[in-house]
């Protein structure tokens, strides 16, 4: 039977489970390779993906609060904005000395196993 949470506790979990991951991920990579550049990925990743995390649940709060509003260019403009800069933060983050694409894709993916872990917490919870 699958839990019925309220919604901003569900977000705070993922982002707790989220940002240890990223602690045992950091871990990690620095203990099996021992290069700066590793672990700079690692934790750049990571706080790219928990700021854009934390940035898209304001903005859908803020859709939510209002239902009936429509698509505006300003709003396109901004998410069309926000995507590019993303990028380009992530090209940036190559651009660090020493960092390779396997330590940055494991910093990518703090979100994924943050959703991964919570839901098995509701498969062996119920």
């Not at 982002?15 to 950091?26: G, K, N």
Request: charged share 15%; hydrophobic share 55%; aromatic share 8%.
């Amino acid at each position: 039977m699958i839990e019925t949470d309220d919604p901003n506790e569900l977000i705070r979990r993922l982002r707790r489970y989220a940002f240890w991951s990223l602690v045992v991920l950091t871990i990690g990579v620095a203990a099996s390779t021992r290069r700066f550049g590793a672990v700079a990925g690692v934790i750049l990743a990571g706080a790219l993906v928990l700021v854009n995390f934390q940035l898209m649940t304001r903005i859908v709060d803020n859709m939510l609060d209002q239902p009936h509003s429509t698509p505006t260019l300003g709003k396109l403009v901004f998410l069309a904005t926000r995507l590019v800069l993303l990028a380009l933060l992530l090209c940036g983050i190559f651009l660090v000395p020493g960092v390779s694409p396997i330590p940055v894709a494991l910093g990518l993916s703090v979100l994924v196993i943050a959703v991964l872990i919570e839901a098995f917490r509701q498969v062996f919870s119920g």
